[in-house]
């Protein structure tokens, strides 16, 4: 149990252009989602929280009108990249905790942006 | 501010053989939980063993041992009998509290490559 599915795995958009990603609770209720970043052969780097209901609550030096996330209900986050550039180019990933379980954390699987 | 620290970029091993993979951490929460996840090629993070800060003993899962140094704050993963699938990046977390509601957040370590030689 407690699967998040995200959507979609790759993706190339050009310059210019807004690419969503989808993350969706298939098994329970998201109320928190957890948006990173990984540069390639790096760390993830936390960009954002999103609670179910409210606004996003952004890491420092993360724009937060580049970075659109929106948390609508409690099966789905989204993370729209706005006007993407090739430095956009990453691999995100989305989590959430499992409150019921002390190892507490699911991931999704990934999407890797190629911005040209 | 909590921090994890991985000073090992990248490591080799002779297939069959044990590695440690080491972390150190800084926090000044006495409640905290550490983590250790695999990350292959393909990107999905796999969750391998957890230690809560409370807890008396070493956490142990199949052929993976932490190895928990609580006032020295390390927490170094030991990995036995090394197999040709360990190739990967090794990835030490920390959860960091976060919020009203205690929902905690994860912060990772720069990580470790792990190639595992034949």
């Known amino acids: 149990g407690a699967v998040v599915s995200q959507h979609p795995s790759w993706v190339i958009c050009k310059s210019g252009t807004s690419v969503k990603i989808e993350c969706r609770s298939l098994d329970f209720q998201a109320t928190t989602m957890f948006w990173y970043r990984q540069f390639p052969k790096q760390s993830l780097m936390l960009m954002a929280t999103s609670n179910e209901g409210s606004k996003a609550t952004y890491e420092q030096g993360v724009e937060k009108d580049k970075f659109l996330i929106n948390h609508a209900s409690l099966t789905l986050s989204t993370l729209t990249v706005t006007s993407a550039h090739p430095e956009d180019s990453s691999f995100y990933i989305c989590s959430a905790p499992i409150i019921w379980d002390t190892y507490g954390y699911t991931f999704g699987s990934g999407t890797r942006l190629t911005v040209v | 501010a909590q921090k994890i620290t991985q000073t090992q970029p990248g490591m080799f091993v002779q297939e069959k053989e044990a590695v440690t993979l080491d972390c150190t951490y800084d926090?000044?929460?006495?409640?905290?939980?550490l983590f250790w996840y695999k990350q292959p090629s393909s990107g999905e993070m796999i969750f391998l063993i957890y230690q809560g800060s409370y807890d008396q003993q070493n956490a142990t899962e199949g052929r993976y041992s932490l190895n928990f140094q609580k006032a020295r704050k390390s927490a170094n993963l030991v990995i036995s009998a090394s197999q040709l699938g360990d190739s990967a990046m090794y990835f030490c977390a920390m959860r960091e509290e976060f919020g009203v509601d205690s929902s905690y957040k994860l912060i990772f370590g720069s990580g470790t490559r792990l190639l595992v030689r034949p």
């Open positions: 926090t000044s929460d006495p409640s905290y939980g």
